[in-house]
């Protein structure tokens, strides 16, 4: 007597999903640009309607409380403000498309044009900055880890960490101008504003800097501190390799994840802090121009510039996941 015949097997759902997802790097690189987009999306429908609610005529802003009625509304027709709302949003929406992000109010120049002015000068603050931060902060929280894992200079260790932590807590716009009054106004070695040369840079990337390299090499000595208890270091010590290979080749290894996650953050700080910096220090970026664009009510400009401003903090992001998917491909199979 034979049974009825088997049914035909099937894969899980889970299986079957698995097989059609494809490669895990591709999903994982999709999955973050669409989460980039998607956050440039909101930004730029939120920049654009808010600007809308701070109060005054731009237009009369920017001719002056004397200008003549008609001149007014002259330059309100030419620039479309004088169209509800919705209709300049749609306007705006297509002017993007075709890289158009409107005129200055202010100063009747195309904003891509002030753009391309101003964003080299940010650029090369945000990037200098970074590099001294990252640079200086790996080699400080090393050894301080070390030296303290060894018990020796205890001492000096505690010193550095407070002093550490002391610079973390200090606002960038503070520091900025305690280094006026010290290499400006005190010593007379640099000078305390403007913009061309490297003596103008000195000052404006080390109030950049020393916070977040302080930041980093405090990240590095904790990492570095629970490297060196881990079980697989005291087996490494076990085979009596010497310190500096030791240290290279099974500690370093394993911090570059945390440290390089830390460093997306710090990235992302140092883009933001530019604005109070460049606007201390007189510097012609894209920072100090949202500052006076907002005091002046420039409407276009203000969209155009905090939607660069976006766009490079979530770049910052998207580089840094890149980087750490690369490093560590388990990261990017987990979450795409």
């Known amino acids: 007597m034979t049974g009825p015949p088997a049914a035909?097997?099937?894969?899980?759902?889970?299986?079957?999903?698995?097989?059609?997802?494809?490669?895990p790097r591709a999903a994982f690189l999709l999955q973050r640009l669409a989460r980039a987009g998607i956050s440039l999306a909101v930004v730029l429908v939120a920049v654009f309607f808010l600007v809308q609610l701070v109060p005054g005529d731009p237009v009369r802003a920017a001719l002056g409380p004397t200008a003549p009625p008609e001149s007014v509304t002259a330059l309100r027709v030419q620039l479309g403000l004088d169209l509800p709302v919705g209709e300049q949003f749609v306007r705006y929406l297509g002017g993007l498309v075709t890289g158009d992000m409107g005129v200055s109010v202010t100063s009747q120049r195309p904003v891509t044009a002030i753009l391309a002015e101003r964003l080299p000068t940010t650029l090369l603050l945000a990037v200098v900055s970074f590099a001294?931060?990252?640079?200086?902060?790996?080699?400080?929280?090393?050894?301080?880890?070390?030296?303290?894992?060894?018990?020796?200079?205890?001492?000096?260790?505690?010193?550095?960490?407070?002093?550490?932590?002391?610079?973390?807590?200090?606002?960038?716009?503070?520091?900025?101008?305690?280094?006026?009054?010290v290499f400006s106004v005190g010593l007379g070695a640099l000078p305390p504003a403007g913009w061309g040369g490297?003596?103008?840079?000195?000052?404006?990337?080390?109030?950049?800097?020393?916070?977040?390299?302080?930041?980093?090499?405090?990240?590095?000595?904790?990492?570095?501190?629970?490297?060196l208890a881990a079980p697989y270091l005291t087996t490494a010590r076990s085979k009596r390799l010497p310190g500096r290979l030791l240290h290279a080749r099974h500690a370093l290894p394993n911090i570059v994840t945390a440290s390089l996650t830390a460093g997306g953050v710090v990235l992302t700080s140092l883009v933001a802090g530019t604005v109070l910096v460049e606007t201390v220090f007189v510097i012609?970026?894209?920072?100090?121009?949202i500052v006076s664009s907002i005091a002046t009510r420039d409407y276009p400009l203000i969209q155009g510039l905090v939607l660069v401003y976006a766009a490079l903090v979530l770049a910052a992001n998207l580089l840094i996941d890149l980087a750490l998917a690369a490093l560590d491909p388990r990261s990017s199979i987990a979450e795409g």
């Open 132 to 181: 001294i931060a990252a640079v200086g902060a790996f080699p400080i929280g090393v050894a301080t880890a070390v030296s303290a894992y060894a018990g020796r200079r205890r001492t000096l260790d505690l010193a550095v960490s407070g002093f550490l932590g002391v610079l973390v807590a200090i606002p960038n716009f503070l520091l900025a101008v305690l280094l006026i009054a």
């Open 8 to 23: 035909p097997v099937t894969p899980p759902p889970a299986v079957a999903g698995r097989v059609g997802r494809g490669s």
């Open 284 to 289: 012609p970026g894209i920072g100090s121009t």
């Open 198 to 227: 490297p003596a103008e840079l000195v000052l404006p990337v080390a109030a950049l800097a020393v916070g977040p390299l302080a930041y980093l090499a405090r990240l590095v000595h904790v990492e570095m501190l629970r490297v």
